[in-house]
């Protein structure tokens, strides 16, 4: 790897390490952007016997069927490269803004209805900006 294309690897390590570590401690222990992390949480609360949270045991099957759709989509369009990575992220983004819209219409245990800016996050962390917050 030549040294000026170091800098995509380090800059999504630091952001998938960014997001793990607000997810494990906002979401009650769920690492969010690794599976690993899970595995071995989920391993270590069965050794000694501890409760295991519910997210994170569904984290792994939903991990497993989106690199299963992941790899379909891929074979599927038949496409390399830039052009594979450009259908992705459309597939990508039209998921997140479809569980958006999902999640604005389910009430939160609080008793409230989700307002955009509660989940506006979501978008923040693809590098999409409402006019509000430009």
């Known amino acids: 790897m030549k040294y000026e294309g170091i800098w995509i690897p380090t800059l999504l390590s630091v952001i ?14 769920l690492f969010t952007a690794h599976i690993t992390g899970n ?5 270590a609360l069965v050794a000694r016997g501890g409760r295991i949270n ?13 690199v ?15 052009g594979l990575m450009r ?11 479809y569980l958006q819209s999902l999640a604005q219409s389910i009430v939160l245990p609080l008793g409230r209805r ?3 800016s509660d989940l506006q996050f979501i978008g ?11």
Do not use: E, H, Y
């Open 87 to 97: 259908l992705l992220l459309l597939f990508q983004f039209l998921l997140v803004k």
């Open 39 to 43: 595995l071995v949480v989920i391993a």
């Open 54 to 66: 519910p997210g994170q045991v569904l984290a792994i099957p939903i991990f497993m069927t989106a």
């Open 124 to 134: 923040d962390d693809f590098g999409w900006r409402t006019k509000s917050r430009r």
């Open 16 to 29: 998938a390490g960014m997001v793990d570590l607000t997810g494990f401690l906002t979401l009650g222990n």
């Open 114 to 116: 989700c307002r955009n």
């Open 68 to 82: 299963v759709m992941t790899w379909l989509i891929a074979r599927a369009s038949g496409r390399r490269g830039p």
